[in-house]
């Protein structure tokens, strides 16, 4: 399967943890997106990078969330001191930089925070 | 900020009828529009999307609709088939940034 891969699928973790998470983009896409996506809504952008630089922030993206792309392929989601608010699905989705190509998203990762 | 309103949130039809999702977006240098098709526990998925260059386009039981002056933009399921059952999300998207701003979803039941 050659589509945008995102690890892990679920977790779990109690209130004031920090989690990570890994989105593997689509071989070659050069543009990566984090939306987050609550239950019965759809999702909401939080930040994108072309290549390694992040280049939009979302104003939900708090000092508590940081997003890397070091080499400019696979991109890590950060959540430090979670809280009940931050229980969501994370999805990841990547394209090509031409912006008339659609975005592809992954599986997403769903957290849950006790 | 840009804002997509989407209706209804839920509609229910028979098989074989056809299914209607309309969609109002707030900010008129959007420009691009996609629908996505969002199954239980699935990622959403592509199923049609429009350029504010293009009035209508239809791709076999799917078409979209897009109205720039009113601002407003439409799906349309003909034939409809069980499996069209999923959550479908309306999105804009502006020249200027690549986020797509997505709407509330509508939660369409197909009955056999």
């Known amino acids: 399967d050659t589509g945008v891969s995102q690890d892990p699928r679920h977790k779990i973790t109690k209130r004031g943890q920090n989690v990570t998470f890994r989105c593997d983009p689509i071989?070659?896409?050069?543009?990566l997106y984090w939306y987050r996506q609550t239950l019965g809504q759809g999702p909401e952008f939080l930040t994108y990078?072309?290549?390694?630089?992040?280049?939009?922030k979302s104003r939900l993206l708090s000092d508590r969330f940081s997003a890397e792309r070091p080499k400019g392929s696979f991109s890590t989601l950060e959540i430090q001191r979670t809280e009940q608010g931050d229980s969501a699905m994370y999805l990841c989705?990547?394209?090509?930089?031409?912006?008339?190509?659609?975005?592809?998203f992954g599986d997403g990762t769903r957290l849950s925070i006790l | 900020g840009e804002n997509v309103e989407q209706h209804p949130s839920t509609l229910s039809v028979q098989e074989g009828d056809s299914a209607v999702i309309k969609c109002t977006y707030s900010?008129?240098?959007?420009?691009?529009f996609p629908w996505y098709k969002q199954e239980l526990g699935k990622r959403p998925q592509l199923i049609i999307d429009i350029r504010s260059n293009v009035g209508e386009k239809k791709d076999q039981r799917i078409a979209v609709t897009l109205n720039k002056t009113a601002k407003h933009f439409s799906l349309h399921i003909t034939e409809t088939q069980p499996e069209d059952s999923a959550v479908y999300f309306c999105?804009?998207?502006?020249?200027?940034?690549?986020?797509?701003?997505f709407g509330s979803g509508t939660r369409l039941l197909v009955r056999p």
């Open positions: 990078f072309q290549n390694e630089a992040q280049l939009e």
């Open positions: 989705a990547s394209s090509f930089r031409d912006q008339n190509q659609p975005q592809h």
């Open positions: 900010d008129s240098a959007s420009n691009y």
């Open positions: 999105v804009a998207r502006m020249d200027s940034s690549y986020k797509l701003i």
């Open positions: 071989s070659e896409h050069n543009r």
